[in-house]
């Protein structure tokens, strides 16, 4: 975890343009040949000098990655969000437990009884509840409490590097989403191949899909052609870059949960993904110790942005019983890797049972 200091240090030395080149390459990086070159036409400079800056960044530990993120449910993966509780002195040794398992791709530990609190990804012909059950045993929590997506209202991280906006502010409309079910067909071969290249943090490099369309024995135009029809499926939600949140200045995350009624779940959610930082908005199930259903959370540059934004939500709903869970360590923070063999690597050491008798071990792509 960054200190204050190096994250103002780190934050100081970005200059206007940098903080446009950030806000742009989260929202919308261009799937075109040459999308350095487009970046600089956008921002009134040129290829060399947006490869420059983020060679920086980059080194900076300002961007994470720059990739494709790919719809987990959409491509029949099975995920969920997961409460874990553990005695205070456990919890970093736990955490490294839970990391171990590939589809793990983001911990926290946050200020609650249920203390880590991680997202975890299995392939179709996985349980996911016993891979769960698994981690629970491994790494000896108290109690786990699986929270999967019910419906999803909202997910859009964008951190707004410029400082023009409130972080109370919203927007006109909401940026609600209906869920999206898995593809009813498997995917090629090919498709297989390109979404393995999408998924990696992209080269900083003139022609960057033509490097991964010549690691595939393809051509540049198939793999942007690929990348955007992955898209116009919904099997991509967008290819963006993901930042460094305390690098770049965002050094709090308040995981919003509310306490709502069942059938006006969606009315609140209209309310709550308006909000500029607010960047995910779900339904979750609930349980005797855990009554929150309405999940939003919230990005600040201090614990007291968040608080603004929850409040902000409070006076226009109404609602008052919900909590706000501050992340005090970040444990794991990656993009989920799809069609590898790591899951099955995993299972085979710790859950040799599950394999007995049972699917192939990465499943073979349909030609």
């Given amino acids: 975890m960054a200190h204050a200091s190096?994250?103002?240090?780190?934050?100081s030395r970005l200059d206007d343009l940098d903080k446009r080149l950030l806000n742009q390459i989260q929202q919308d990086f261009p799937l075109v040949a040459?999308?350095?070159?487009?970046?600089?036409?956008?921002?009134?400079?040129?290829?060399?000098?947006?490869?420059?800056?983020?060679?920086?960044?980059?080194?900076?530990?300002?961007?994470?990655?720059?990739?494709?993120?790919?719809d987990t449910r959409r491509l029949g993966y099975k995920s969920s969000l997961v409460a874990a509780a553990y005695d205070p002195e456990r919890v970093h040794e736990a955490a490294k437990i839970v990391n171990a398992h590939p589809g793990v791709s983001h911990n926290y530990e946050r200020d609650h009884t249920f203390n880590l609190w991680y997202t975890i990804a299995v392939p179709p012909y996985q349980d996911l509840a016993a891979v769960v059950q698994r981690l629970h045993e491994l790494s000896g929590a108290r109690s786990t409490r699986m929270l999967p997506t019910l419906r999803l209202f909202k997910i859009a991280v964008k951190l707004d590097m410029t400082g023009t906006q409130d972080p109370a502010a919203a927007e006109s409309e909401g940026a609600g989403k209906s869920h999206i079910p898995a593809l009813e067909r498997p995917l090629t071969a090919f498709e297989i191949a390109c979404l393995r290249e999408l998924q990696q943090d992209i080269e900083i490099v003139p022609r960057p899909f033509a490097a991964m369309a010549a690691r595939i024995g393809t051509t540049e135009a198939a793999v942007l052609e690929q990348a955007r029809q992955f898209q116009a499926d919904e099997v991509m939600r967008r290819f963006a870059a993901v930042l460094y949140h305390r690098k770049a200045g965002f050094g709090a995350n308040g995981m919003s949960v509310w306490r709502v009624p069942e059938d006006r779940?969606?009315?609140?959610?209209?309310?709550?993904?308006?909000?500029?930082?607010?960047?995910?908005?779900?339904?979750?199930?609930?349980?005797?110790?855990?009554?929150?259903?309405?999940f939003a959370m919230t990005h600040g540059r201090s614990r007291a942005d968040c608080q603004k934004i929850v409040d902000a939500i409070s006076a226009q709903t109404g609602l008052t019983d919900y909590t706000v869970l501050f992340s005090t360590r970040e444990y794991k923070k990656v993009r989920v890797l799809f069609y590898t063999a790591d899951y099955d690597e995993w299972v085979a050491r710790h859950m040799p049972e599950a394999l007995s008798g049972a699917a192939p071990s990465v499943p073979q792509p349909a030609d």
């Fill in 265 to 294: 779940i969606a009315e609140y959610a209209a309310v709550m993904v308006r909000f500029n930082h607010v960047s995910h908005c779900y339904q979750r199930p609930v349980y005797p110790d855990w009554p929150y259903n309405l």
């Fill in 6 to 11: 190096e994250t103002v240090a780190a934050v």
């Fill in 34 to 70: 040459a999308p350095f070159a487009e970046l600089g036409r956008r921002l009134g400079t040129d290829e060399a000098d947006v490869m420059a800056r983020l060679e920086t960044l980059k080194r900076g530990h300002i961007v994470r990655q720059i990739s494709a993120i790919f």
